[in-house]
């Protein structure tokens, strides 16, 4: 039987996020948009119906899904590999930086994000077809010519009261989804690998790194100095900007165009930070270990998880 529920979040990353590290293992989760928290296991969360099907005649619908399940092979040994040795380097680099890139890039959120913005573009150019009943049965003309098949049997009066009524959806195939995520991830595994990294690890007494749906935390160094324009879209291969990303509730990466590669143990007021960044980040839940780790916050204080959605709620 093939299996239909995909994720995005891969399973082998969202596992060292929980207490034992296991597929069995549970997550503490704070869902923000249902405002409420829970524990499950790793398949429980960041998984969509059919996210990695492609449904093209002559093409195995599985193909994809069988792909990604086996780099997540490779990256779960990686992840363990990593964790044992502390050392981020040769293989285990290559392969948790495009697991960094797969993350990056795919999330029912960011094709949302593109659906919509196809959609807005459709819905322009439509506009302009009933800017006149001329224009409109000039353009279905053209349409009949291409395609014979086409119906034009919809009056102009009819397809422009169904536009302005707005009761419909655009949508977008996920193939192209699926075809623009690989797009992306070929342009930026390259500007990963340029990037230095800071491997920064925290022991067991410290609080935990925690992780979210949105997991791979781009930024600009020093904001302020960015105009406002700019501001809110910091790019990949950008100067002064900073890559966060929580590895597993012991060890984090840090990339950066400027600074040397290295290794740093952190306290907990710096997981802290960092937790408080993976939480602006997030499109709807955050992951943990427990709920007693800790955050900054609104004056630089230390807080615990248990106290989030008390102030979200506020």
Not at 25 to 37: C, G, P, Q, W, Y
Not at 48 to 63: K, L
């Amino acid at each position: 039987m093939t299996a239909r529920h995909h994720h995005y979040l891969s399973q082998c990353y969202l596992k060292e996020f929980t207490k034992g590290r296991g597929k069995k293992s549970k997550l503490a989760v704070i869902d923000f948009r249902e405002k409420k928290t829970f524990e499950t296991i790793p398949r429980n969360v960041g998984g969509i119906r059919d996210f990695n099907r492609i449904d093209v005649e002559g093409v195995d619908p599985n193909m994809l899904e069988r792909q990604i399940s086996e780099f997540e092979s490779d990256a779960a040994r990686a992840l363990k590999n990593l964790n044992e040795t502390r050392d981020f380097s040769g293989n285990i680099k290559e392969i948790i930086l495009n697991l960094i890139a797969l993350i990056a890039i795919r999330s029912p959120e960011r094709r949302e994000h593109l659906r919509s913005f196809h959609a807005d573009i459709a819905e322009r150019m439509t506009s302009l077809s009933f800017e006149s009943k001329e224009r409109w049965e000039s353009r279905v003309k053209q349409i009949k010519g291409e395609n014979p098949e086409f119906d034009d049997s919809v009056s102009y009066e009819e397809a422009k009261e169904f536009f302005e009524s707005k009761n419909y959806t655009i949508e977008v195939a996920r193939e192209y989804h699926i075809h623009m995520e690989m797009v992306q991830m070929e342009t930026i595994i390259p500007l990963l690998f340029g990037r230095s990294w800071i491997l920064l690890t925290a022991n067991a007494e410290t609080s935990p790194f925690i992780t979210s749906d949105n997991p791979v935390c781009l930024n600009w160094k020093e904001p302020e100095k960015v105009p406002p324009l700019y501001r809110n879209s910091p790019g990949f291969g950008l100067k002064g900007t900073q890559i966060y990303f929580p590895v597993s509730k012991d060890l984090a990466l840090i990339g950066d165009f400027e600074e040397e590669s290295g290794t740093a143990e952190v306290d907990d007021y710096f997981v802290a930070g960092l937790n408080t960044v993976v939480m602006h980040n997030l499109y709807k839940q955050l992951y943990a270990p427990k709920l007693g780790f800790k955050f900054h916050g609104p004056k630089g204080e230390l807080m615990n998880g248990n106290r989030v959605l008390s102030m979200f709620n506020a």
